[in-house]
Structures are given as C-alpha cells and as structure tokens.
C-alpha cells in the first residue's frame, strides 16, 4: 500500500465519528439526486414522448401573430392620427387559399400534412351536458399525423367512413356522459345547428386536456355542425425529422402569414415548468453535498491542526509539498468515493421504492404511479460530481498543510 494512502486512511479511522457522518452527507446527496433525478426525468421524459406521440409536430392555424395594421397607419406611417369607434369586421374563419398550403406541404421532404376544421360544441346525453371541441378529420390522412387510431380502446378509425353521423370520443368525454359504444349523442354547435351524432369509438391518450375535452368526426360533418362549409382552420404536420419543426413552422408562417406553432411553441408553458424543477432538484441536491463538503472539511482541517508536529516530521524525512497535500486530498477522494457507492445503494433503494407506489394521478398526463427514468448515467453524474466536491473540500486545506514550515511547528509557532 502506497504510505500517502496509509497515512491518509490512519488519519480517518481516529476520526471515525466526523468521518461517517461526512460519508453519510456524500451517500444522501448522490442518493437523493438519483431518486429525484429518476422521478423527475421520467416524466418530462414520458411528457414529451406523448406530446411528440399523439399530437401533430407542426399546427397552423387560421389567426395571424400580429393584428393587420389599420390601412391609415400604413399609408401614413410618419403621422400622428387617433382612430375612435371602430369595430371589429365580421370575417368567416378559415384558412384562405388552404388547397395551395397542402399542395406545397405535400411536396415537402419528410413532411405529412391533414386537413381539419375543429370548433367548440356541446354534447347532451341524458341530463348530462359537456363542452368539448369537435375536430372534423379526414381518416386516411388523420393517421398520417397522429397516433389517433392507436389510441382507440373501442372501435376503429374507418368506422367514420361506414357509420352515419359518427363521433369519436376521448375516454374522459364518455365517463363524464355515462355514454358507450353505440349510443347516440345530442350534438350542438354555436350556430344552433343540432346533429345526432353515434358514438363509433372512444380512445384514451394519457394527455388528460385530450381525453377530457376532444371529439373527433368526419371533417365534412365538423364543417356542417359549424355551418362553415369547405372551409378548414386547422392544417397539421407530422416530421419524419421533429428537430426540424421549429424550422419548418417558421418558413410556413413567413411564406403562408398564418400563425403556426410547432410542438415546442405550443408546449412552451409546460416545458418552463421542466426547466423550474430541475433548477430546484440541482438547488437541493447541491445543498446536501455542500453541508457534506463542510463536514469533510471540518475533518480535515481538524486532523491538520491535530497533525501538526506530524507534518513537520515527515517534511524533516524529506516528503515534499506535494506529498502532503496527496495525503490529505486523497482523504477526501475516499470520503467522496466511499459516500458515492453508498449513495448509490440509497438512489438504487428509492427508485425502487417509488416505483412500488400505486395511485391514480392526474394532471398534464394521466398515470397510475411515479413515471421513473432508470439510466446509469444518474449514478456516474451523482458520483462524479460528488467525489469532485468532496476532493475540492478536501483539497482547500490541504494547500495551507503542505505550506507548514516545519521549523515554525518546532519552535511552536
């Protein structure tokens, strides 16, 4: 055994106390950093897959990012003018010139467009009345762009093509009629336009804003329901390549002027929450591990006070300013490798435990228990970064022994 080693594992075991509870500040930050890493990753994680999964990459809709200026200000963009009284023109929504979008979508490498006309509706069963948006589709382009026909429980996607004044509806939408497959639903629209609708299928997507509030018909049905025939406000795309919708979606509002949004801009408020929890779970992480830094500290410091004479000896027999810092920094390296594997034993223990936990939750997504992300990488960050911190504690103090003169420590000064 190398002797700066020897020496280094002497100086912690007469220090046993401190040293254990350095340790166990080393084991509950890695541990705890894999446990929370491993909760909080699987579900931004499984968040982002069912976004990317169910809903389309890229949506255009039939509004304008910025209001069209009043045709004053543009004629006379220098002058000072005040415009009162004026009210908004009663325009038909829909996207103008709609065929000369899909036609240049189609033509798209890698890019898979549907047309859609999705407007509010209320749906009545019984005594029961729910408010939803109904999406007229077209099937055969519909799967192109979502996973909607793989998220059906019951019925098929074609059944809209065969069924008369058919609906699909999410499986919050049922439970909160009490309707099945088969029955028969009221539906009415804005424009007072009433349509028995059956019911052909139910899906169930695991995003509780679809499953609670969407409806999905024949895109000619939707148009009829709304009174707005061969008109459609929605466009949506699906990438073969998702990397490239926020290029994508840029170059078609620019060339298109409608609003368009890809995934990560319509999702932008949900994936700020992501970037809060992580700055919280590295904020709490980091103070366990620096409480834990200043208990190794606190040890090392003590032992080179301690030590003192010690150190004066083994400068006289000739050991360098390195040597004495080595041995103290490689205390350190061992308290934050020993605290490391222990931690990993705790993170291991949590993620297990959390996975055991059953319940119903219901938020952004819906899920019978945490959502864990296993990886090896938690461990070697939570390691790495741990080991690093506990051999920068150990390592402060260590510069101010290798600089002891041993003449000074003699003579008591």
Same mark, same amino acid.
């Given at each position: 055994?190398?002797?700066?080693?020897?020496?280094?594992?002497?100086?912690?075991?007469?220090?046993?106390?401190?040293?254990?509870?350095?340790?166990?500040?080393?084991?509950?930050?890695?541990?705890?950093?894999?446990?929370?890493?491993?909760?909080?990753?699987?579900?931004?994680?499984?968040?982002?897959?069912?976004?990317?999964?169910?809903?389309?990459?890229?949506?255009?809709?039939?509004?304008?990012?910025?209001?069209?200026?009043?045709?004053?200000?543009?004629?006379?963009?220098?002058?000072?003018?005040?415009?009162?009284?004026?009210?908004?023109?009663?325009?038909?929504?829909?996207?103008?010139?709609?065929?000369?979008?899909?036609?240049?979508?189609?033509?798209?490498?890698?890019?898979?467009?549907?047309?859609?006309?999705?407007?509010?509706?209320?749906?009545?069963?019984?005594?029961?009345?729910?408010?939803?948006?109904?999406?007229?589709?077209?099937?055969?382009?519909?799967?192109?762009?979502?996973?909607?026909?793989?998220?059906?429980?019951?019925?098929?996607?074609?059944?809209?093509?065969?069924?008369?004044?058919?609906?699909?509806?999410? %499986?919050?939408?049922?439970?909160?009629? *009490?309707? +099945?497959? @088969? $029955?028969?639903?009221? #539906?009415?629209?804005?424009?007072? !336009? &009433?349509?028995?609708?059956?019911?052909?299928?139910?899906?169930?997507?695991?995003?509780?804003?679809?499953?609670?509030?969407?409806?999905?018909?024949?895109?000619?049905?939707?148009?009829?329901?709304?009174?707005?025939?061969?008109?459609?406000?929605?466009?949506?795309?699906?990438?073969?390549?998702?990397?490239?919708?926020?290029?994508?979606?840029?170059?078609?509002?620019?060339?298109?002027?409608?609003?368009?949004?890809?995934?990560?801009?319509?999702?932008?408020?949900?994936?700020?929450?992501?970037?809060?929890?992580?700055?919280?779970?590295?904020?709490?992480?980091?103070?366990?591990?620096?409480?834990?830094?200043?208990?190794?500290?606190?040890?090392?410091?003590?032992?080179?006070?301690?030590?003192?004479?010690? %150190?004066?000896?083994?400068?006289?027999? *000739?050991? +360098?300013? @390195? $040597?004495?810092?080595? #041995?103290?920094?490689?205390?350190? !390296? &061992?308290?934050?490798?020993?605290?490391?594997?222990?931690?990993?034993?705790?993170?291991?223990?949590?993620?297990?435990?959390?996975?055991?936990?059953?319940?119903?939750?219901?938020?952004?997504?819906?899920?019978?228990?945490?959502?864990?992300?296993?990886?090896?990488?938690?461990?070697?960050?939570?390691?790495?970064?741990?080991?690093?911190?506990?051999?920068?504690?150990?390592?402060?103090?260590?510069?101010?022994?290798?600089?002891?003169?041993?003449?000074?420590?003699?003579?008591?000064?």
């Amino acid at each position: 055994m190398p002797l700066e080693l020897a020496i280094a594992l002497s100086h912690l075991m007469r220090r046993r106390r401190q040293t254990a509870i350095s340790v166990l500040g080393v084991m509950l930050g890695v541990g705890f950093f894999i446990g929370i890493a491993s909760m909080m990753q699987g579900f931004q994680n499984y968040f982002v897959e069912k976004v990317i999964d169910v809903q389309p990459h890229i949506v255009m809709k039939d509004e304008f990012r910025v209001p069209a200026r009043q045709p004053v200000f543009r004629d006379h963009p220098d002058a000072a003018i005040e415009l009162n009284g004026l009210k908004p023109r009663d325009e038909v929504r829909g996207i103008r010139g709609s065929r000369a979008v899909l036609a240049h979508a189609r033509h798209m490498q890698g890019v898979h467009v549907a047309p859609t006309f999705a407007g509010q509706a209320l749906l009545r069963y019984g005594s029961k009345d729910v408010s939803v948006t109904v999406n007229g589709i077209e099937p055969a382009s519909e799967r192109r762009v979502t996973n909607l026909e793989k998220d059906l429980t019951q019925g098929a996607l074609d059944d809209l093509y065969t069924t008369s004044n058919g609906i699909i509806l999410g %499986i919050g939408v049922a439970d909160k009629l *009490g309707a +099945a497959m @088969g $029955d028969t639903l009221t #539906v009415v629209s804005p424009q007072n !336009v &009433i349509l028995k609708m059956k019911v052909t299928g139910i899906f169930s997507s695991g995003i509780t804003t679809m499953d609670n509030f969407e409806t999905y018909v024949l895109l000619k049905k939707a148009q009829i329901l709304h009174n707005r025939p061969n008109v459609i406000n929605r466009i949506r795309f699906r990438l073969d390549d998702i990397e490239r919708a926020g290029a994508i979606a840029r170059g078609l509002e620019s060339r298109f002027g409608y609003r368009t949004e890809s995934w990560e801009e319509a999702s932008r408020n949900v994936l700020g929450i992501f970037v809060i929890q992580n700055g919280i779970m590295y904020s709490t992480v980091s103070a366990i591990l620096i409480v834990a830094c200043f208990g190794i500290f606190n040890v090392i410091s003590t032992v080179i006070y301690e030590k003192s004479r010690d %150190i004066a000896i083994l400068k006289s027999m *000739g050991f +360098a300013e @390195g $040597d004495i810092m080595r #041995v103290f920094v490689i205390e350190g !390296v &061992i308290a934050g490798m020993i605290g490391s594997v222990l931690g990993w034993a705790l993170g291991y223990g949590i993620v297990e435990f959390l996975a055991s936990i059953r319940f119903n939750i219901e938020g952004f997504v819906r899920s019978e228990g945490f959502i864990l992300y296993r990886t090896a990488w938690h461990y070697v960050i939570g390691a790495a970064v741990a080991t690093a911190s506990a051999t920068f504690a150990a390592w402060l103090p260590a510069r101010r022994a290798a600089r002891l003169n041993p003449v000074d420590i003699v003579r008591g000064l």
